[in-house]
């Protein structure tokens, strides 16, 4: 994965209709009332192919959760009803720039064979002052190549 690879997803999500008034940042120690925040949570190598010269190709999923902090008063069900509308716009937006190879580049393998999931958005907690954490969990899969290096 690459090392540019948070700054460019944090970009590529700010492009998110859903997105445009909350900033987000990586790390985050947790979000202020409208804002975000974007953590790795880790890559998992799922298959393995060695080629007779020694390269190895890897197929891996890299997990990334979004966490959003917005206003929910208690008992306000029109604006739970925005809130779940939010994420579920946010889902449907990562599912059509994946659908067409609009994505940050992942891995080094061919950026086709990339994808981009949004899954388990869900209301996390809400607090007594009107706000509320939602999450939301991003799956990315792509190819890494690794080429035996002739001296």
Known sequence: MKETLLPDLLAFLAKAPALADLPLRVED????????????RGVTVTARKEDLL?????????????????PLPPGDD??????????LALQSWVAAQSAAHSLPYFGTGLPEGETLRAVDGRLEKTDSGGTARYTLRLLAEYTEIYKEETP
């Open 78 to 87: 029109a604006q739970a009803l925005r809130n779940a509308g939010r994420l």
């Open 54 to 70: 020694g390269g190895v190709t890897l197929r891996c999923q890299g997990e990334f959760l979004l966490r959003l902090c917005l």
């Open 29 to 40: 120690a947790g979000p202020a009332p409208g804002t975000g925040g974007l953590w790795p």
